[in-house]
């Protein structure tokens, strides 16, 4: 029984873990896409004031 709750735990432990590492991915690419887009849309403006 011991081994199996040592078990469980390393696995919620690895789940816990990689739930966070998918959030800190997602806001980096949110963020990175928002830079993306306010660039294009600085670039649009720059180009059509010309």
Known sequence: ???SNGF???IAV???IATVA???VAV???FEKK???EEEL???LDCSIQ
């Open 35 to 37: 830079k993306k887009d």
């Open 42 to 44: 600085e670039h649009y």
């Open 28 to 30: 980096v690419l949110f």
């Open 8 to 10: 469980a735990i390393f």
């Open 1 to 3: 029984m011991k081994k």
């Open 14 to 16: 690895l789940s816990a």
């Open 22 to 24: 998918a959030a800190v």
